[in-house]
């Protein structure tokens, strides 16, 4: 399978800890984007990576939230001291070209439980 | 700012029933326009898509057209199947926009 990779797919924590999430895109795209979805909710935008440039952060992107893409290949999302409110599919994208005729490819999701 | 408002759901069908979802947007620009379906426990995929005026997106028998004087991307079908039963996001990109703006989605149930 040559598509968008998450890991892992269900994550359930205590409130407080810390989480990491990774993914991997499609090997030839350079362009990574991070979404959070709540239930019955469309995606909403986090941040986007350029090869391993960050260059866009929503406001959703709290102090607690910060995002990696080292060598431009995977990436990693951190939420610090996780709350409630926290508790979303968080999806990974990815696309060769940030044009508008480029559709995102998107992962299965990691799903955030916070107890 | 963009945006993108679709019908609210659940929509239940009969199989083999005619589908629609409506879907307007608000946008400046020329955007490209989407349609993603995402089927329980999974991630969201490219159902179909449509880059200008007029254009219509088709695929497994769903199509969409852009319709700029409406401001409108309707998803139709003419006969679902049980197998179509998944969540429908409409979204856009817009020009010189990195990340795509979605819908809330419809739900779609067909029963057979």
């Known amino acids: 399978d040559t598509g968008v990779s998450q890991d892992p797919r269900h994550k359930i924590t205590k409130r407080g800890q810390n989480v990491t999430f990774r993914c991997d895109p499609i090997s030839e795209h350079n362009r990574l984007y991070w979404y959070r979805q709540t239930l019955g909710q469309g995606p909403e935008f986090l941040t986007y990576?350029?090869?391993?440039?960050?260059?866009?952060k929503s406001r959703l992107l709290s102090d607690r939230f910060s995002a990696e893409r080292p060598k431009g290949s995977f990436s990693t999302l951190e939420i610090q001291r996780t709350e409630q409110g926290d508790s979303a599919m968080y999806l990974c994208?990815?696309?060769f070209g940030d044009g508008r005729n480029q559709p995102q490819h998107f992962g299965d999701g990691t799903r955030l439980s916070i107890l | 700012g963009n945006s993108v408002t679709q019908m609210e759901g659940p929509v239940t069908l009969s199989e083999e029933a005619f589908l629609t979802i409506n879907c307007t947007y608000t946008a400046t620009g020329y955007p490209s326009l989407f349609w993603y379906v995402q089927y329980p426990g999974e991630g969201l995929q490219l159902l179909l898509k449509a880059t200008k005026a007029d254009d219509k997106g088709s695929n497994k028998g769903f199509e969409a057209t852009y319709r700029k004087e409406t401001t409108s991307f309707h998803l139709e079908k003419g006969s679902v199947q049980v197998s179509d039963s998944a969540v429908y996001f409409c979204?856009?990109?817009?020009?010189?926009?990195?990340?795509?703006?979605f819908g809330a989605g419809t739900r779609l149930f067909v029963k057979a």
């Open positions: 990576f350029q090869n391993e440039a960050q260059l866009e």
């Open positions: 994208a990815s696309s």
């Open positions: 979204a856009l990109r817009n020009t010189g926009g990195f990340k795509t703006i």
